[in-house]
């Protein structure tokens, strides 16, 4: 049954990856409810299941054991094509690493999610055109990703995120490989794209600039979650969280 309030529902979910005969859990037990337009960042070390989490929530890995539902499907009821389907439709991705197609325009690299999406060329370049117009990079669609700055790539990795309309993003360290200043600048304009269009966001990070863009923050450590809190329950103060200095 759909759940109004919560439009991902993660139930029990474990990870376990075996070498050899060594079983590495990546996650254990993990239970979270994401409701519709909220901003959550899951935050943690290297190496703590935070990215796991994150690839099984946008299907591009399965659980061990456990359940994931969205808008109350359950994924591992789903064939490989619904899988797809709701990749390409109702989830967009933003990665660290930008992602772009070298040889591509930013209006190329845009336009491909839109006709992968099933729509005509002609169409796909419209949509894309104006979804890069509302990242700011109206002056920039037939520039390719060597020719613009970090920040820019970023932006256009955004942009295709955007262009199908999901309903959910999944942005994966969005900000690790961009400066101080442009990292902010990023963050900011996912919450505005938040709050504009009711999209759920979900990032994956170790970034504490996160934190005042956030409505929730889970924190993940050694493959279990180790607290929650809502905005208004985090003591944010430079250099420190929750009273303790930060490295």
Not at 23 to 38: F, K, M, P, Q, W
Not at 44 to 68: A, C, Q, R
Not at 147 to 152: A, K, M, N, R
């Amino acid at each position: 049954m759909k759940d109004q309030k919560n439009i991902i529902q993660i139930r029990d979910v474990s990870k376990v990856y075996r070498r050899g005969v060594e079983e590495v859990h990546a996650l254990r037990s993990v239970t979270i409810d994401i409701e519709r337009g909220n901003y959550v960042s899951i935050m943690g070390p290297s190496g703590s299941g935070k990215s796991t989490l994150f690839n099984i929530i946008g299907g591009l890995d399965s659980p061990s054991s456990g359940e994931v539902f969205i808008d109350g499907f359950r994924l591992s009821d789903l064939s490989s094509r619904q899988l797809a389907w709701v990749r390409c439709r109702r989830i967009g991705f933003i990665f660290q690493s930008f992602n772009l197609i070298p040889s591509m325009t930013a209006l190329e690299n845009v336009a491909i999610a839109r006709i992968f999406a099933g729509f005509s060329p002609a169409q796909a370049r419209r949509d894309a055109g104006q979804t890069l117009e509302r990242v700011g990079l109206g002056h920039r669609l037939h520039h390719l990703p060597s020719q613009v700055s970090g920040g820019q790539q970023q932006r256009i990795a955004i942009a295709r995120a955007l262009v199908n309309q999901p309903s959910i993003i999944l942005a994966d360290e969005p900000t690790g490989n961009l400066d101080l200043h442009t990292g902010e600048e990023i963050i900011n304009l996912i919450g505005e794209m938040k709050a504009k269009f009711g999209i759920t966001i979900i990032t994956a990070t170790h970034d504490m600039k996160m934190l005042s863009a956030s409505d929730v923050v889970v924190w993940i450590k050694d493959g279990a979650v180790e607290k929650t809190a809502r905005k208004g329950e985090i003591n944010i103060e430079v250099g420190t969280i929750d009273g303790k200095t930060l490295a």
